[in-house]
């Protein structure tokens, strides 16, 4: 279970005047294995709220637990994907996957055989040896996702993965992380600015008002699983898009 509760943060200028109020005190709570999406105005703190979660970032008040346990820096069981990949350049794919645990010590055959493994996790077996260069932004990101994976974490945190994709692309890799997250069960939030995403991929949607940030509204997504592309047109996925943007729109 992961718990949020009261979280506020303000950043202060270099001189300790300015003080700009990012989040106001916030408090949801995540099933385990559920897969929730974070949406709302640009600068509402979304993304100062999953770096807190990560333990990136210090609130300035609250506190966010795991399993009871306090989230106070970075830690295995929380994996973070930016949206742009952040991968290497020199490096290959299986070296980029195994970094973390390079930094982490392991040995050369631990860290082949577990990034090994992660790549057919990911769909991308046989592309170990290929460079950064020579794979498409979807592919890319799926090697993003995998090296948050490399740990086998209990969290998955994702912040607007997708944004920098072509619309067909984007497609795709909601279908691909839908069907990783099945197979994996990890509870997952995200962060988008698209509604139609988020209500295509969420169990619920956390809506939140314009900075400070407040939690507007908590909804449920009630559509099936498996997802499917073709229930974008239907009239109840119409009715939860109206929903949210009407929550996002209210002053």
């Not at 709220?49 to 399993?67: C, E, H, N, Q, Y």
């Not at 460079?131 to 090697?143: F, N």
């Not at 945190?157 to 691909?176: C, K």
């Not at 997504?221 to 209210?250: K, S, T």
Request: charged share 20%; hydrophobic share 45%.
């Amino acid at each position: 279970m992961l718990r949020v509760e009261n979280v506020a943060h303000h950043f202060v200028g270099p001189d300790g005047t300015g003080a700009l109020e990012a989040l106001a005190p916030i408090s949801f709570q995540v099933r385990p294995g559920e897969f929730v999406c974070l949406i709302g105005p640009s600068g509402c703190g979304k993304s100062t709220l999953l770096r807190i979660i990560a333990g990136l970032l210090t609130p300035s008040m609250g506190i966010v637990t795991l399993d009871g346990m306090p989230i106070r820096k970075p830690q295995r069981r929380v994996g973070l994907v930016f949206q742009q990949s952040n991968l290497m350049p020199w490096r290959t794919v299986l070296d980029n996957l195994a970094l973390p645990l390079e930094l982490a010590g392991a040995d050369a055959q631990t860290r082949t055989l577990q990034a090994n493994a992660v790549l057919q996790r990911i769909g991308l077996g046989g592309f170990g040896g290929a460079y950064p260069s020579e794979l498409s932004g979807g592919m890319a990101q799926r090697v993003a996702i995998g090296r948050a994976l490399i740990y086998n974490p209990d969290v998955l945190l994702l912040d607007e993965p997708f944004g920098a994709l072509d619309a067909l692309t984007r497609e795709q890799m909601q279908l691909d992380l839908m069907q990783l997250w099945a197979s994996e069960r990890k509870t997952a939030i995200m962060v988008t600015h698209s509604i139609t995403e988020a209500v295509f991929i969420a169990d619920r949607v956390l809506v939140m008002s314009r900075r400070p940030g407040r939690l507007r509204a908590d909804l449920t997504i009630p559509l099936p699983r498996p997802r499917r592309l073709d229930m974008v047109h239907a009239p109840d996925f119409g009715a939860l898009v109206h929903q949210i943007r009407e929550n996002i729109e209210a002053p």
